[in-house]
């Protein structure tokens, strides 16, 4: 069975295609993205949203969040989507050129479907023959095709210049409020310290303040016992939540499960 793969054509832009049943990850994203589905589904989950992407819809996705994805591929078999990485640095570039900038953090949505957009849809058309020929999509064209996004985005939605050119970085968040809404993600520590605008050494001394151990111990205890309620309260079955849950394989999941519990999640759906 074929993986899922993604071509990178440069710094800003990603090609993806899967030919396998759906797969699932947990990312953090550090830059905007502008997404394209082509073929199949992309569901997107944020701790605030949740998002799929069909074939011929376009998406802006905010930074600073962290984002579960599960890519769909047709009954064929077929999934495809390109994606823009929006750079900061070319964001910044852009908007010294243009004298732009914004007098606030950006407060509004995270996820934004953008309307059908005949200039959006030629201007992805426009990149279809480099998936063929990707060497042609090299720097500095690839940069020229990003800065071109910005200028359509721009002409068809204005108000997205907060959006864009938001160049704030995460500031120091209520730690407490933060792991709960977003627990589930399966990222490394250092990312949930990224985004809670700390040091890795300070999220740690902070988080075992708030919750009297350490970062690894307490994810995984939040992690089994919501596995325990859906499995209890919600009928689930084990095979469909561990990954919802931030566990890298099911096995790992059941034996976690066992030594908290005295026993297995099979034992626990088979007796509730």
Do not use: C
Not at 2 to 24: C, D, G, M, P, Q
Not at 142 to 166: H, M, N, Q, T, Y
Not at 196 to 202: I, P, Q, W
């Amino acid at each position: 069975m074929k993986k899922h793969t993604e071509n990178l054509f440069s710094e800003s832009i990603v090609y993806s295609l899967a030919t396998a049943k759906a797969t699932e990850y947990d990312n953090l994203l550090l830059e905007s993205v502008l997404l394209m589905q082509l073929s199949g589904e992309m569901t997107f989950e944020t701790s605030g949203d949740r998002i799929t992407a069909r074939p011929g819809e376009v998406y802006l996705v905010r930074k600073h969040q962290f984002v579960k994805t599960t890519k769909t591929p047709k009954s064929n078999g077929q999934y495809n989507a390109l994606m823009f990485i929006l750079k900061e640095e070319i964001l910044r570039e852009y908007a010294l050129e243009k004298q732009l900038g914004t007098s606030a953090n950006y407060q509004g949505r995270k996820s934004i479907r953008l309307a059908e957009n005949a200039y959006l849809k030629g201007f992805f058309d426009s990149l279809l023959p480099h998936v063929q020929h990707p060497k042609t999509l090299a720097d500095p064209l690839s940069i020229l095709k990003v800065r071109e996004a910005i200028e359509l985005l721009l002409l068809g939605k204005p108000e997205l210049k907060a959006f864009l050119f938001d160049f704030s970085v995460p500031h120091k968040i209520d730690l407490e409020k933060f792991m709960l809404a977003n627990f589930r993600f399966n990222v490394p520590i250092d990312k949930f310290a990224k985004l809670t605008g700390r040091s890795l050494a300070g999220f740690k001394r902070d988080f075992s303040k708030s919750f009297g151990m350490s970062p690894r111990r307490w994810l995984q205890q939040k992690r089994l016992t919501a596995a325990h309620d859906e499995l209890e309260k919600r009928n689930k079955k084990p095979s469909s939540i561990y990954l919802e849950l931030g566990f890298e394989s099911l096995s790992h999941f059941s034996y976690a499960f066992k030594k908290q519990f005295g026993y297995s999640p099979t034992e626990l759906t088979r007796f509730s």
